[in-house]
Every structure is written in structure tokens, then in C-alpha cells.
């Protein structure tokens, strides 16, 4: 197989996201992939990705509304790029047709989504991968392996906390509505994500949750949005290694916000910056003071990012990089490209596991599941689907 017939599914705004990484991993001459199509109940917006896509890679890309008219392409994969709430049934249609499936986080909408299309995954032997761009962000990946390497000991406290936003619109409305997981599933899963990617599996779960701003103000559209999706949890986390975690998540955060990713351990801490950043991480030693840049890497000498990794981002053992905004999104989602298509040409698991992705939906699931009945949660409970009684009604929204 030379390359993988590719088709884009959701031609909207996270859809020709997804293409310029694709044209990001173009250029690096290890794309393995033939865009040939792209999909979307809205033909013109089909149209307009399809001719971005003529305009790059120099053939046609044909622009279709149904995912049975993919069927007369020989498409092998597609890339899902559709709203959450349809997530589950494009990937498994997609699946039960024999193609590959890329997905846009979360993997789904509620954990009974994820373990339906873990079921159909495992029955149709289709590569099911999930693109969490915050997994392949150099800074993360040096920052595991500074727990790896026990520099700062053995770890005891992860501290995750991100408030802001007041009563403004979210990106989109649909991500204030329940319906459409609520911010704090469609933000958070990033978050909830990493924090088991640096520390590994959470057992139990304590949380609160607040819905503060019941109206939202739509600036662009100088309108008001009546919200019914909690935007706020507050939670502590325990996890299977005996450390704890404190993880806050508030979108309305009013005055002066906050970002934080600290993690203690028995000899040091380790300070991490803003996913897609490029800022150093810090990292204090006691005795050794505060360790950064070049220092850092002197301690981390079997550190090395993978191939496609360093050609995008400038070096095999790079610690920060520089780059707007715009240019460090393509190149992360051009790695997800990458590792879909060699977990397809060498059968193989992608990346980002599937059940670390249900993981991260399901540990969001987790808090919110704790702070409607009032006592603490075991992540086993939430992913067996024995403790559901907040996602029942999301579940009866979308007809699982």
C-alpha cells in the first residue's frame, strides 16, 4: 500500500484545522496519506475544504454530503472532525464499512458512546484513534519523562487548576449546552487527559460542580446564550501510585485568571506551562536549586523525540520552541496524521490508546458523576457505566 485513500469528514472550522495540519505533514515528505474526499451534511462546506485541498496538493479531492457516497472512492480512513454528539455514530458507520477512523476529542459524548465504539472497533478489527493533540506537545512528553527519570522523586501531589473566561461564549454555543458535553468535558478532556499521561491511572474522585453562568453573552453575535451545562468543577483526585491530585476547572472565572500544572514529588517539583506554549517546563531539586533549558537536558540524557516530532519542531532533544500559535496547532495535528497512518500501514495501537482516551472522558464523567450524588466515585464504576446517573440524561439526548 503506497499511501492511505483518506477522507475528512466535518468540513466546518475543526475540519480545515485538520487539513492544514495534513498539508503541514505534507511538506515534511512522510505523509502517507491521499486526501480524496471530504464529507459534510453542508455540501458547500465540503466544496470550500475540497478546493483548499485541490489547491495544495495539486489533484482533485471530491466533495460529498453522506457517508455512503464515500463508498465509490475506495476510501480506507477517515478523519472525523463532526460535532461531539455525532461522534459515535460516524465512527461506527465508518467502522462497520471497514475503514480506519480518526476522531476529534472527545472520543465521545458520554462514556456509553466510547465503550459502543470499543465494542465495534474490536469486532470489525478497524485502527480506532483519537486526536489529542496535548499527547504529542514536546513539552509534555519531556515533562513524563522527567517523572520517568524520578528527578523529582516519587510523585505525591498533581495540582491541575484553570479558571477564567466569565460570561462569555465559549468558541461556540453549543459547547454551554449539555447536549454538546458542556465545556467542561469539551475543554477539559485536554486537561483530564494529561493528568493521567504525567501520573498515571486516578482511582477515586471528590468533586463540586457550579453552573455560574446560566447566560452567556455572544460578542460576535451580540446575543445571549442560555446555558444548561455546568461550567465549573472542583475536585480532588486520587490516584492507584498513592499521590493526589487537585484539579479545578472554571470557565467563569471572573478578574484576574489563573493556569496552573504543578507536580510535587518526595525530592523536587516540576512546573509545566500552557499546552501549545512552547515554554520551558521548570523543575526544582532540593539542594540543586531551580533547573531549566540546557541544564534540564544534561539530566535527561536518553531523551530523544521521535522523528517526525523533531523535523517539525527543530531537534530531537529541544526543551521550549518559539512558533505562533497557528504553526504549533498544523504540526501537532500533523504528527496525529502520521501516527494514524503508521497504526494502519504497521497494525498497530495508535498513540493515543483507546482506553486512555475513554479514560479522559470518563474521568471528567468521574467529577461530574461525583457532584450529583454527593460521594466520592471510583473511575471503575464510571467506566463500567455502574454510575451514570448524570450522563442519563445526555444519553437519552442523543438516543443511547
Not at 460516524?90 to 459524548?109: F, N, S, T, Y
Not at 446575543?223 to 451545562?229: G, L, P, R, T
Not at 504497521?346 to 498513540?351: G, I, T
Not at 461530574?368 to 439526548?397: F, P
Request: proline share 3%; glycine share 8%; charged share 25%.
Amino acid at each position: 500500500m503506497d499511501k492511505v485513500r483518506l477522507a475528512i469528514v466535518g468540513c466546518g472550522v475543526m475540519g480545515n484545522r485538520h487539513l492544514k495540519g495534513l498539508i503541514e505533514l505534507d511538506r515534511t515528505g512522510l505523509n502517507k496519506f491521499e486526501l480524496v474526499s471530504a464529507c459534510d451534511l453542508i455540501l458547500e462546506n465540503a466544496e470550500s475544504l475540497a478546493k483548499r485541498a485541490e489547491e495544495s496538493f495539486n489533484y482533485p479531492v471530491k466533495a460529498v454530503q453522506r457517508l455512503e457516497d464515500l463508498k465509490e472512492f475506495e476510501i480506507q480512513a477517515i478523519d472525523a472532525t463532526v460535532v461531539p454528539w455525532e461522534h459515535h455514530t460516524v465512527a461506527i458507520e465508518a467502522m462497520q464499512r471497514g475503514w480506519h477512523v480518526m476522531l476529534e476529542k472527545p472520543m465521545g459524548l458520554t462514556i456509553r458512546a466510547c465503550n459502543m465504539m470499543k465494542r465495534t472497533m474490536e469486532s470489525t478489527k478497524s485502527v480506532l484513534s483519537v486526536a489529542e493533540n496535548f499527547h504529542y506537545d514536546p513539552i509534555n512528553i519531556i515533562g513524563r519523562e522527567i517523572i520517568k527519570s524520578a528527578l523529582i522523586g516519587t510523585p505525591r501531589l498533581m495540582i491541575q487548576n484553570s479558571v477564567g473566561g466569565g460570561n462569555s461564549v465559549i468558541v461556540t454555543p453549543w459547547r454551554h449546552y449539555k447536549r454538546g458535553g458542556g465545556p467542561l468535558l469539551d475543554v477539559g478532556v485536554h486537561y483530564s487527559y494529561i493528568v493521567e499521561y504525567l501520573m498515571g491511572e486516578v482511582e477515586t474522585v471528590y468533586a463540586y460542580k457550579r453552573l455560574h453562568e446560566p447566560v452567556r453573552k455572544n460578542g460576535k453575535m451580540s446575543s445571549e446564550v442560555k446555558a444548561d451545562a455546568e461550567d465549573a468543577i472542583y475536585a480532588i483526585l486520587s490516584f492507584k501510585n498513592g499521590a493526589i491530585g487537585q484539579f479545578t476547572e472554571d470557565h467563569a472565572g471572573h478578574g484576574q485568571g489563573i493556569w496552573q500544572r504543578f507536580i510535587y514529588g518526595s525530592k523536587g517539583s516540576l512546573n509545566l506551562p500552557g499546552d501549545r506554549s512552547g515554554k520551558p517546563v521548570t523543575l526544582t531539586i532540593d539542594g540543586k536549586g531551580t533547573i531549566k533549558d540546557e541544564h534540564l537536558l544534561d539530566m535527561l540524557p536518553e531523551y530523544r523525540l521521535d522523528e517526525i516530532t523533531a523535523k517539525l519542531f527543530g531537534g530531537e532533544r529541544i526543551c521550549k520552541y518559539e512558533l505562533p500559535f497557528a504553526d504549533i496547532d498544523s504540526k501537532l495535528l500533523a504528527i496525529e496524521y502520521f501516527d494514524f497512518a503508521e497504526s494502519i500501514l504497521n497494525d498497530r495501537r495508535p498513540s493515543v490508546d483507546i482506553n486512555q482516551a475513554m479514560r479522559s472522558v470518563g474521568l471528567i464523567y468521574a467529577m461530574l458523576e461525583s457532584a450529583h450524588l454527593g460521594r466520592t466515585v471510583t473511575m471503575d464504576e464510571v467506566m463500567s457505566e455502574k454510575v451514570n446517573a448524570y450522563q442519563n440524561e445526555i444519553n437519552e439526548m442523543i438516543g443511547l
